[in-house]
């Protein structure tokens, strides 16, 4: 799975573009149902992708710096490899959380072998957990098939063209060995949550440094229509149903519940939000145009940020926005507020990326 950063940005326009055909949910169809207002906080990021707070501590993951921050304060906690204007030649620091002062972050190199969750605790060795290795042994969706349902049905015509696209998509294909970690959940008993967007999958990794595999998240079907043939620039007969890598894009914890929203890594899906239990993950709200990130209240509401647009909530006839946020790009839920970021970059925008309270 190509780095995050360039997926994020491309399933704005594609997913957008998606739900207008099909007249599911988006967000240019949605009405703002509420009212509240973000309140800007101090600092300035290039691309905050993702956030957590922690009491009064509210911490900023800038993957363009490939730094982490304690919002307020301009020197970097931490910083991962090296970032650069390219995402495909670029490494970065992703997620984050944090927990009762313990700080938990990702980092990825820029040929995703080498991939890490850190965990800083005061007193404490730092403990290090090399989630790239984990992928390499285990490869958790090395079973899952992706590509064209039947594709003994699409004719060997199809199949030459797909084969020689500008773009040229497999026919079908098994789960790769490929880990981006990108999201980040504290859980009580001191474990560590990671939502793997490479490996298309959520690990657990305990206090001591163990990784498990919570949930491979489900392949993501896509009709590719003419119009989304067109653009991802594929064969126009490519008329069939295409299984995308889900791409988790978070992960929360909330009442002994887990969540993950995901993001089809064929640019031309509709992101989904999961709740991971014991049979598996299970598909609770879907329609969402470049869902990046989640939040989940003690009440049990869902907010789910759409790159670019705003925070959206799970509605009966699709997503409805809640918090009207151009350049949005994360969310998160604490003390009773929501916490949102900005990153304009990211989009392709002007300007730099901010932190929200919204009240």
Request: proline fraction near 8%; charged fraction near 15%; include cysteine.
């Amino acid at each position: 799975m190509r780095s995050i950063r360039r997926v994020v940005a491309a399933a704005l326009v594609a997913g957008t573009g998606l739900a207008a055909m099909t007249g599911i949910g988006s967000a240019a169809a949605s009405p703002v149902h509420h009212h509240p207002q973000p309140h800007q906080l101090p600092g300035d990021y290039i691309a905050p992708l993702q956030l957590a707070v922690d009491g009064r501590r509210v911490y900023v993951a800038d993957s363009a710096k490939s730094a982490l921050f304690r919002l307020g304060n301009p020197v970097p906690i931490a910083t991962g490899p090296a970032a650069t204007p390219n995402p495909e030649t670029s490494g970065d620091l992703a997620g984050v959380d944090a927990r009762h002062g313990t700080i938990a972050y990702t980092t990825t190199e820029a040929d995703h072998r080498n991939t890490y969750l850190t965990v800083l605790q005061h007193g404490k060795k730092v403990l290090r957990v090399n989630l790239g290795r984990y992928e390499r042994l285990k490869n958790p969706d090395g079973h899952v098939t992706y590509g064209a349902v039947k594709p003994w049905t699409v004719s060997t015509a199809c199949t030459q063209q797909l084969a020689n696209a500008e773009q040229p998509v497999p026919l079908t294909y098994r789960g790769q060995k490929d880990s981006h970690p990108y999201a980040v959940a504290a859980q009580a008993d001191g474990s560590w949550l990671v939502a793997d967007a490479g490996g298309n999958d959520v690990l657990r990794v305990s206090k001591h440094g163990r990784i498990s595999t919570v949930a491979v998240l489900p392949p993501q079907p896509v009709t590719i229509t003419p119009a989304l043939a067109e653009s991802l620039k594929v064969p126009a007969c490519a008329g069939i149903v295409y299984r995308f890598e889900a791409v988790p894009t978070d992960v929360e914890v909330r009442n002994g519940h887990v969540y993950a929203t995901t993001l089809p890594g064929g640019e031309g899906g509709l992101g989904s939000v999961y709740r991971l239990g014991r049979h598996g993950p299970v598909r609770i709200a879907t329609g969402f145009a470049g869902a990046t990130n989640l939040a989940v209240s003690p009440g049990g509401r869902i907010y789910v940020v759409q790159l670019g647009q705003g925070v959206f909530t799970p509605g009966k006839h699709g997503p409805r926005k809640v918090v009207d946020l151009p350049g949005a790009a994360a969310v998160e839920w604490a003390d009773g507020k929501l916490y949102a970021s900005t990153a304009p970059a990211v989009i392709g925008g002007e300007g730099p990326g901010h932190v929200f309270v919204i009240r």
